[in-house]
């Protein structure tokens, strides 16, 4: 008698469609995130800190162009406390700088200088950070920026604490010509603020040019 093998074949089929096996791998955790800017930053449990682990530059602004706040040696290291999309990392060095606000009171190494470890992901990337050759003011109170170095004139606009504008020259009369375009605050145009309500950061403010209005 001849013995029929579909069956047999059509069970072996469908036995095959129906075991399915699936690899999941575990994605490891604390691997870095390569964000849009690149650099792979740490994403694991702890605070976000920078370590050194040999000779490094580092720099009052983050710029390799900006004034050297000191070198240090393998084995410095301190929180950070901001990043920049092009991989710079910011840290307050623990010295007094009463009159420095916000952003100016860090310091910064580049990314592929230090160590990094914890949860750098979580720092503040930071959407505006000073140029590293301009001489900035940081208002400690409301202060008012006119269109002419005289207190009758229009106000431009009126800077609070941790709005920033770059100053450009002094007047000979008392009067700091600033450039607001070129500090945070998302305004454009040049105007002027008295001396007296200037609080400056900046290693260029005594070589600023006297200008005229």
Do not use: H
């Amino acid at each position: 008698m001849k013995k029929s093998f579909v069956p047999i074949l059509i069970s072996l089929l469908a036995a095959s469609a129906a075991c399915t096996i699936n690899f999941n791998f575990a994605t490891p955790t604390g691997a870095p995130t390569v964000t849009a800017s690149g650099f792979p930053w740490p994403n694991e449990p702890g605070t976000c800190t920078l370590t050194t682990t040999g000779s490094v530059t580092l720099y009052n602004r983050p710029s390799t162009e900006s004034q050297i706040f000191s070198e240090v040696g393998s084995g410095f290291s301190a929180e950070v406390d901001g990043r920049t999309v092009d991989g710079w990392v910011g840290f307050d060095p623990a010295i007094a700088q009463a009159a420095n606000i916000g952003v100016f009171r860090l310091r910064w190494a580049f990314f592929d200088d230090v160590s990094l470890s914890g949860n750098c992901i979580a720092v503040p990337e930071l959407a505006w950070v000073p140029e590293p050759d301009l001489c900035y003011t940081m208002p400690m109170s409301s202060v008012n920026v006119y269109s002419s170095p005289d207190t009758s004139s229009s106000v431009l606009a009126t800077l609070e604490v941790e709005d920033f504008a770059a100053v450009t020259g002094y007047a000979s009369d008392g009067w700091a010509q600033v450039d607001l375009g070129a500090g945070n605050t998302g305004l454009s145009g040049t105007g002027w603020m008295e001396q007296s309500d200037l609080n400056l950061n900046g290693d260029t403010y005594d070589e600023l040019p006297t200008v005229s209005p």
